[in-house]
């Protein structure tokens, strides 16, 4: 298991001095944010990023993440391009030393949540989720923000995108994603990179846009479309951890060989498609975070692992879920599960 902890590049509050004084963090997982989906990203700018951690003894070996552009996921006459694009994306973060890369297949918005502060009884304030909230907002409408949308959508281009999409199907998406992944996994085997896609979070198709990578079935199923070890997952406990009925300690230690990159967090279920976000401690929300790190441990889990969201705590106000302080505890949580566990196990 290798630490890591999540960076926004020279912009973010939390800074590369912060994440190097966090106990048991050995790389930060980042990536270029200043080319849109779909460009290529430049040699120049990874080194740099790679210097800059270096600087602070932290190593550079996931990125999180190397978007998926849309026409690739629609599958129309742009793909094979952007497809390219993609994987020259993979050589050069490969040459550079990255290991693993995260990515999500959803369509036009990645994670959704209803609510960016809600407190709670202690004075902290986290994420939360209603789906009714969600159900009731219109993105076509315009006058959203919240931290899966995409900033750089005008109401025009949202609303065009959508159109696009009408006719999306999940079998149409399930095509479009093999022909992706038979592109670049191959390139990534080349390159020494495992790729690892991100679940959807939530885990269910939302404003009628099909999402895929939702349970057990469907991640069986994506990890048979190339069936190599390149080919994995991310593990991200709390978008998977959203629907009750994904068991999370069991599919840990079935896919323990193909999760490259774990995401862990703890929620908690208030009602029917409707959670917030918590401590990272078993005890304080709905998933058995002790139970997913045996398992994964326990089946041979050797990939890089992150926490993930942290509430806003002591009175930080930072990138939603990215705060550094409660991150940190996170992290320093998970290391301590892990070395009991493998202490104990020998
Ligand atoms: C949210 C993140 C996601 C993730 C992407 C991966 O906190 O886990 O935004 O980075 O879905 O592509």
Redesign the pocket.
């Known amino acids: 298991m290798k630490m890591t902890f999540r960076y926004y590049g020279a912009d973010d509050p939390v800074t590369l001095t912060a994440i190097s004084q966090i106990p048991t963090v050995r790389s930060i997982v980042s990536a270029i944010y200043d080319v849109p989906a779909g460009g290529v990203w430049s040699r120049e700018s990874i080194a740099a990023l790679k210097k800059a951690a270096a600087a602070h003894g932290l190593a550079f070996e996931v990125v999180?993440?190397v978007?998926v552009p849309e026409d690739i996921k629609l599958g129309n006459e742009k793909a094979p391009a952007l497809i390219e694009n993609y994987c020259e994306n993979v050589r050069r973060l490969g040459e550079a030393g990255v290991k693993c890369i995260?990515?999500?297949f959803?369509p036009v918005f990645?994670?959704l949540r209803s609510e960016l502060h809600r407190p709670a009884a202690d004075g902290s304030n986290s994420l939360a989720y209603d789906e009714q909230t969600v159900l009731a907002m219109n993105p076509a409408k315009g006058g959203l923000s919240l931290?899966?949308w995409d900033e750089s959508y005008t109401l025009e281009g949202l609303r065009d995108l959508l159109k696009q999409y009408e006719a999306m199907t999940e079998e149409k998406l399930w095509h479009n994603l093999q022909a992706f992944l038979e592109a670049v996994i191959p390139v990534a085997h080349e390159a020494g990179v495992n790729m690892a896609i991100?679940p959807d979070?939530p885990p269910w198709g939302i404003f009628g846009l099909p999402r895929i990578i939702t349970c057990e079935k469907n991640l069986d199923r994506f990890l048979k479309l190339v069936d190599r070890k390149e080919n994995g997952l991310?593990f991200?406990t709390g978008?998977l951890g959203a629907d009750p009925a994904n068991d999370l300690v069991k599919m840990a230690g079935k896919y323990a060989d193909r999760i490259h990159f774990a995401?862990i967090r703890n929620i908690k279920h208030t009602g029917e498609r409707q959670f917030h976000e918590t401590a990272h401690p078993t005890e304080y929300g709905s998933l058995d975070i002790y139970g997913i790190m045996k398992a994964l441990h326990d089946n041979g889990f050797d990939g890089y692992i992150r926490p993930?969201?942290g509430r806003m705590i002591w009175g930080e106000d930072g990138r939603p879920?990215?705060g550094l302080y409660d991150r940190a505890l996170g992290a320093t949580y998970l290391s301590g599960l892990w070395e009991a566990i493998n202490k104990g196990s020998k």
């Open positions: 999180e993440s978007p995260c990515y999500n959803m990645d994670w931290p899966g991100h979070d991310t991200c978008s995401h993930d969201h879920g990215y």
